[in-house]
């Protein structure tokens, strides 16, 4: 799912927090030497207010990252266990090497795949609570393939901007793609990965584009979630909707109908900008749970084995 959390009162301390202090007290007892008493109070409190606002949004703009991403991380010995299986022995973990770090990646591998879904997850957890119901797309003859953002699981380092993320995302692509020259290709995005999927299939246009409980913007987002918070703060804009408008090829949206994180309205915005785009509404399911609804898991095995 994705989510924004505002940090708490302490996150805001600096090393030389006391000398703003001081600088912010001597102006208040400038600004109100000789009023009266109210006119002081009133003074001293909007300064404290003005002061206070600017630090949290200058918090915001320098760590945003925490806010975004909510990565889990596994110690590098950790073996995954796949429990919705009754066979894990055709799933393969391996490496990518991007820039200097190392991420972390599963790969279900059929005898003879019809192709293969290339899956970007959403903005928690990491590969041990996203590599799912891999049964389902063996009934479909597709092989899957996944991998864990830098800081997410076993992968190393961390995510430090928007074009450093889509970059390693195009290099576990690059590294996937050769083996399935002349099969079918599906790139599937979910909540926070819709972006980085529409991204990445404007540049590639696969068969098939899946985006699950997508966003048409970060922008978007934070205006109904913060209205009160200026959207120009935002380094990471992960603009959906823009990048959908260059996908030529059929693409599916799937939604919950009680979605309160990400409202079905997002996915009636991109329908508008792809037009070639089928909407899929799931009514009852909310943003973390589409997944387990028939209608969801009926679609997609039908629209994977209609390619």
Not at 101 to 108: C, F, K, V
Not at 233 to 260: F, I, K, M, N, W
Request: negative net charge.
């Amino acid at each position: 799912m994705l989510s924004f959390a505002l940090p708490h009162a302490g996150a805001l301390d600096e090393p030389d927090g006391q000398e703003r202090m001081d600088t912010v007290i001597e102006g208040c007892r400038s600004l109100t030497a000789g009023r009266p008493g109210w006119q002081r109070a009133a003074i001293v409190a909007a300064i404290v207010a003005g002061a206070a606002y600017l630090a949290l949004l200058a918090w915001i703009y320098a760590y945003q990252e925490v806010l975004i991403f909510r990565p889990d991380r596994l110690p590098a010995a950790h073996r995954f266990v796949l429990c919705d299986t009754r066979d894990a022995r055709d799933v393969h973990e391996l490496s990518i090497e991007v820039g200097g770090e190392t991420l972390s990646a599963l790969h279900l591998k059929l005898p003879n795949p019809k192709g293969v879904v290339f899956f970007l997850h959403g903005n928690n957890g990491n590969l041990s609570t996203w590599f799912t119901h891999t049964d389902a797309y063996r009934a479909a003859n597709y092989d899957l393939f996944m991998l864990d953002y830098r800081g997410y699981g076993k992968s190393g380092g961390h995510i430090e901007s928007e074009a450093q993320l889509r970059a390693d995302v195009l290099a576990a692509w690059r590294t996937v793609a050769p083996q399935y020259v002349g099969k079918r290709v599906v790139i599937y995005g979910r909540s926070l990965g819709t972006a980085l999927a529409a991204g990445l299939a404007a540049q590639v246009q696969p068969d098939l584009t899946i985006l699950v409980s997508p966003y048409c913007n970060v922008a978007q987002l934070m205006q109904a979630h913060y209205p009160w918070l200026p959207t120009g703060l935002l380094r990471y804009r992960l603009e959906t909707c823009s990048d959908a408008g260059h996908v030529h090829s059929p693409l599916l949206l799937v939604h919950g109908e009680d979605d309160s994180l990400i409202p079905i309205q997002h996915s009636e915005q991109l329908l508008r900008v792809a037009p070639q785009a089928r909407l899929l509404r799931i009514p009852g399911a909310a943003h973390a749970d589409v997944h387990e609804f028939s209608a969801y898991t009926d679609e997609l095995l039908r629209t994977l084995e209609s390619l």
